[in-house]
């Protein structure tokens, strides 16, 4: 028994007659597919072709494979049930099966595209041999009383870091939560707010404010230029404060715009601009690659991130990685001073770490690392107090759920 394709995906004919409000997976119709096409077909057609006679892929080839001695006939193919979207059985003899087999085997890179009717989106499936005995399941969100919803919560990560210091030696801790709003309608567009805290402990010879805050969200979109190169531009608002001083300062806008080429999945290459719209540095050329040669090894050479991960184990969706990072930390804050003034302080260093990554199903993740922060300073826009603290230790974790 070989199970073939009449004209798309097994779904009720009374949900057939709905239009199909959203898409999974939308792919180019090739010029040579894999297998047989799996088109959308525009409501007219598909009513024209609800009242016409059903041509199956194996009547289609068997039409092709019509020899000259006279050939041979396959058998009656039951009449289906109207609908344009279904699937039927076909019963075949030893022999043709054989026949048939050896044809589709010396076709398969030549097979004809027959889309011509459809509308301009088309899914091309996989092959029927890979699927035989098998029907396509329809994604729920392909039928129409079935709705998607516009906008959903993403993810949530947190994450908290720890650099020890007393007296002139200055430490702190930082607290980051944010979030990740994604848009199932508009897939190039997500929107990520995100919180963070920074607890500073000393140090006594300025007077650096206790706690800086910084609230910000980013907007996201990621759009097609041409094969393999894409657009990604990112804009995020936010306000650096002590929540004293609230003024123009402490309104910072971040940001950047990449090109992003990917000639495999593999490897990416990046090139763009990043504004850090920091008072020490404000804007930096963004020249960066992703490559994972192998699935255990994967180099991220990302501002302002750097990595380089190995995978140590793996168990279904359970992975477990380690890692080298770089990092290039602190921030502008708008503060102010003891004497009531207003500022603006920035801190600056620099930090190799190493890791651990943990991933889990449903794309749950969360990490420790540590490692060693150097090339400090504390630097205000009035010139008064600054000075280089210390290197120090750092320890952090996270998790992203």
Known sequence: MITCLSLGMNVNSSLAEEPIRSFHILSPVEAQPSGPPVSILSEEFAGQLSHSQHVTREE????QLHDQDGGWSTNTVPKAEN??????????TADQESELDFFQTEIHEKEVQQASYTDDFAVIGESLNASEHQQIQPQDSCIADCETPWINWSSTSVSATWLPGSGDRLGLFDFNIGGKIAFPTLRFLSISPRYESTILNGPRRTDVPGTLHRVAVSFMGMMPIREKVFGQLMVTPGVSTDFQNTGSDSLRVT????????????????FGVVYLNREDVSLLPAVGLTWSPDDEHRVELVFPRPRYLHR?????????????????????WAIERANNTDDVVTLSDYRLMTGMEYKRPNNREYFWE???????SVEYNSGIGDYNPDSTML???GSKF
């Open 312 to 332: 140590l184990s793996k168990n279904g969706d359970n992975e477990r990685w380690s890692y080298l990072a770089a990092e290039f930390g602190g921030g502008s």
């Open 83 to 92: 609908s344009p979207l279904l699937f039927e059985q076909y019963e075949m």
């Open 395 to 397: 320890i952090r974790a």
């Open 370 to 376: 540590t490692g060693i922060v150097f090339s400090r």
């Open 60 to 63: 289609w080839l068997t039409s």
């Open 255 to 270: 940001g950047h715009l990449l090109a992003i080429y990917a000639p495999s999945a593999q490897l990416q290459w990046m």
